[in-house]
């Protein structure tokens, strides 16, 4: 059974430059999750989908991050316009609905350098 | 607010040694999990283990093991006969009824040959 899949694995853009983060979860996986890791800090929380429908987005940052998942398969997270804090490793994860079997999966994460 | 605590930044053993990665944790839910991820140098998060708050049975897997303590709120993670290959960074993490996880700041393990 494939993992959880992110793509691209690395982005390099400039200050004010738009990026779109793209997550596909392991198939039958209604919670969505992103999280990101801010060098040399914590991984935080940034928002939950329950299929396609945010769940809870108490984590994003501000505004200008934008998180979709149309269908409830794939989930996009769009960065518009990406600031230098923005550069981190964005990690999504994916688990069953069921609280009882509710393990997280991590992608490999997408590492996002802005200059 | 949940919290979680990995007091050790960086470990560093020989080969061999067996090594314990410290997890505390602070949370108000009643039911709550406790997990493990390792972070090779490839970069991806891979789950070890979860406990629930309800089960304090410490575990044994292989080479791992681990110790849930609800009176200390400890959730400690020992590896023994350490390899080289377990060279990683080690988080401890904590979900209740809010769905996301809460993680520690991370233990560096570096097992020198």
């Known amino acids: 059974e494939a993992g959880v899949t992110q793509f691209p694995s690395h982005s390099v853009i400039e200050k004010g430059q738009t990026v779109t983060l793209r997550c596909d979860p392991i198939s039958g996986h209604d919670n969505l999750y992103w999280y990101r890791r801010v060098m040399g800090k914590e991984i935080k929380f940034l928002l939950h989908?329950?299929?396609?429908?945010?769940?809870?987005e108490s984590g994003m940052p501000n505004n200008r991050f934008l998180a979709e998942r149309t269908g409830g398969t794939y989930s996009t997270l769009k960065v518009q316009p990406a600031e230098l804090e923005d550069s981190g490793v964005y990690f999504c994860?994916?688990?069953?609905?069921?609280?009882?079997?509710?393990?997280?999966?991590f992608g490999p994460g997408t590492r996002l350098t802005v200059l | 607010a949940q919290k979680v605590t990995q007091a050790q930044t960086e470990i560093s053993v020989v080969e061999k040694e067996d090594v314990t990665l410290d997890c505390v944790y602070e949370t108000r839910d009643t039911t709550y999990y406790l997990f493990w991820y390792k972070q090779p140098p490839s970069g991806e998060l891979v789950f070890l283990i979860r406990r629930n708050s309800f089960d304090e049975q410490n575990e044994i897997s292989g080479r791992y093991s681990w110790n849930f303590q609800k009176s200390t709120s400890s959730f400690n993670f020992t590896i023994t006969a350490s390899q080289v290959v377990d060279s990683a960074v080690y988080f401890c993490?904590?979900?209740?009824?809010?769905?996301?996880?809460?993680f520690g700041s991370g233990t560096q393990l570096t097992v020198l040959p």
């Open positions: 989908f329950v299929k396609e429908s945010k769940q809870d």
């Open positions: 994860a994916s688990s069953q609905l069921d609280l009882r079997t509710d393990t997280q999966y």
């Open positions: 993490a904590l979900s209740g009824k809010a769905r996301q996880l809460t």
